[in-house]
Structures are given as structure tokens and as C-alpha cells.
């Protein structure tokens, strides 16, 4: 079995041995830690020369990054914990993001800026948010979520070795652990993708009618709409089609217009906190591009802080449960 943390840690070996001019950067990531979350482990023995081990500053390690990337190389950067990547908030927004585009398209910057992101771990208010949509909707700045999906490593390599913008790339932290699901690799789920270098994914319960919902979301919270999409067609009896984007700004609509052409209903779904979010700006753009006659709704995190105790913790985060409730109210 492959975990996305497998999948990671070889798109890096990967990256690391295809090209010279790629380097990797963040804090503890030599071994034998291999970083707080192991995705680097092994990097360090193999390519001393190119792992580098970085002081405790997140503002100075994108700086730096985005400095070599001026220069030519291709550069990785691990941010810990998704919640301090507000410390280089300006190296991504003020600079890395606008140097194409100050320059008259002569300068590019080749950065992924991996981070674990998202909660359900206890870790606090500080070390369990998603901050991505902080993010969303800047010029020059790509944002891609990693899934469970296909191939994550695929998606990783194409970031580091095919991108010439800078890309902030989010790992959500209970993913490491889950399972890849290769295309046709699933009997419960019928597969479809969509795209190339970030793809989007259209996901039915096999053998079942035409659907009457699209739900759309992106990393983690794909696994618990899959897990909702399975209760609402054996239980409810209500079939839904689920859109599991991986680039989330810029939005590609297309997928999107294509699902609800079948169903005319949109449920989205995020973990961050719901005010201003990913799911609003979705919901937006698509009663925009689909017009007056589109239901429409988003389901998120409650806006407060995220409690460390777990039941607190769940009662702030969206689960399978009020993604089924929320399915639900829109089929009335």
C-alpha cells in the first residue's frame, strides 16, 4: 500500500535526482528526523549538497528560496505547519508572486511552497488551521491542495519540474497516512479525471442513476464527501456527483459547469473557516457563470479559533455528518 506520505517522499527523490537545479529547504528536515512530518526522510542522506537545513525563520527561507529561484534553480520549501506561512506572507504576495510580472515577463520564479495544513489532531489553535484562502486569489500565485486521488507524487514532480510561477502547495496532515486510490482502483467509486498538470476529479458511486447534487471540494475533505456520498445513495437514496479540484486559485470552472448541467445544485465544502472562503468565492463565480436558477451552498469550519480539546475540536471542524445534513437540506 502507498500513502500520500509515500507518494510525496518519492516525488521529492524523484525531483532531487531528474534535476540538478532542484534544492530543498526548510527546518529539521535532515535525517534522521526527516521533518516533522517525515516527508522529507531520506532526502538529506541522499542529496547532502541539495537538502538544506534552514533556521527557525519563514520569512527569511522564502526570501532565500525565492532569491535562487531568481537565479535559476528550482526550489522546494517545507513550511512546518501550514499556520506559519503567514511569516512569509510578503515573500509569496509582495514579491515571489510579482517579479514576472514587474520584470516584463524576463524574471520567473520556480518555487513550491509545500505545507501540512488543516486540524483533527489536537494540536491547537495555532498549529491546526487552514489559512489557504489567506491565499486565494493572488495575481501570480498558483494554489494547489493534494488528494488522496491518483497520483500525488505525479502532482508534486509536475509543481517542482513544470512550473515556472511560484505554487503554494497544501498537504493536508491527516492525508500522509491515508491510502493512494489510483484511477480504476476503487469498486465503490467510478473515477473520472480531468486536466493534466493539475487535474480536477469526478467521482460517482458505481452503478448508481444519474445524479442531482454536485458537491465539490478539495485534499482532505475529499475523504469525508466520498464517505458522505456512499451514506447519502445507500441511506437517503440521494446521488451525488463529487468535484475534487487540486488547483483552488486560479478556479478552473469548467468542471464545475459540466457537473451542474447534470444536477443544477451545488453544495461546496472546505475545512477553513467559512466567512470569505474558498467556498463562497465558488459559489460566486458559479451563480455568475450558471445563472439565477443554480441552489447553491458551502458548508465550512465555524469562525473561531480551532479548540485543542476534541470534542470542541469536532464541533468546530465540518465531518461526514454535516456534509450528509447539508446534502440533505438542499435536496428539500
Known amino acids: 500500500m502507498t500513502t500520500v ?143 488522496a486521488l491518483d497520483d500525488p507524487a505525479g502532482l508534486l514532480r509536475k509543481a517542482v519540474l513544470e512550473d515556472d510561477d511560484p505554487v503554494l502547495f497544501i498537504e493536508h496532515k491527516l492525508l500522509y497516512q491515508s491510502p493512494v486510490i489510483p484511477i480504476g482502483g476503487s469498486a465503490e467509486f467510478s473515477i473520472q479525471r480531468i486536466g493534466d498538470r493539475y487535474p480536477a476529479y469526478f467521482l460517482t458511486v458505481t452503478g448508481a442513476p444519474p445524479p442531482s447534487l454536485t458537491i465539490t471540494t478539495y485534499g482532505y475533505m475529499a475523504e469525508l464527501a466520498r464517505q458522505a456520498v456512499k451514506r447519502l445513495a445507500f441511506e437517503h437514496e ?22 451542474l448541467t447534470r444536477t443544477g445544485r451545488l453544495l461546496a465544502i472546505e475545512e477553513g473557516s467559512r466567512a470569505l472562503g474558498w467556498g463562497a468565492e465558488v459559489v460566486s463565480q458559479m451563480v455568475e457563470a450558471y445563472g439565477p436558477g443554480l441552489r447553491a451552498r458551502r ?30 437540506a438542499m435536496m428539500a
Open 5 to 147: 506520505l509515500d507518494a510525496l517522499n518519492n516525488a521529492l527523490y524523484t525531483c532531487l535526482t531528474e534535476c540538478e537545479q532542484v534544492y530543498f529547504l526548510g527546518e529539521d528536515i535532515l535525517d534522521p528526523y526527516g521533518g516533522a512530518f517525515k516527508v522529507s526522510r531520506g532526502l538529506s542522506t541522499a542529496f547532502p549538497d541539495r537538502v538544506i537545513a534552514t533556521p527557525v525563520s519563514e520569512a527569511g527561507i522564502v526570501g532565500l528560496g525565492v532569491g535562487m529561484a531568481l537565479r535559476g534553480l528550482r526550489v522546494v520549501i517545507e513550511i512546518m505547519f501550514g499556520d506559519f506561512i503567514a511569516l512569509a506572507a510578503d515573500q509569496l504576495i509582495n514579491h515571489a508572486a510579482k517579479f514576472r510580472w514587474i520584470s516584463g515577463d524576463i524574471a520567473r520564479v520556480p518555487l513550491v511552497v509545500r505545507t501540512p495544513m488543516g486540524g483533527r489532531r489536537g494540536y491547537g489553535p495555532t498549529h491546526s488551521q487552514t489559512l489557504d484562502k489567506h491565499f486565494l486569489g493572488v495575481p501570480g500565485l498558483r494554489v494547489v491542495a493534494v488528494s
Open 238 to 259: 440521494v446521488f451525488a456527483e463529487l468535484v475534487v479540484l487540486t488547483e483552488i486559485s486560479p478556479l478552473d470552472l469548467d468542471p464545475l459547469v459540466e457537473s
Open 299 to 328: 458548508l465550512a469550519a465555524l469562525d473561531m479559533p480551532i479548540p485543542a480539546a476534541g470534542p470542541l475540536e469536532a464541533a468546530v471542524l465540518p465531518d461526514e455528518g454535516d456534509i450528509v445534513k447539508a446534502a440533505m
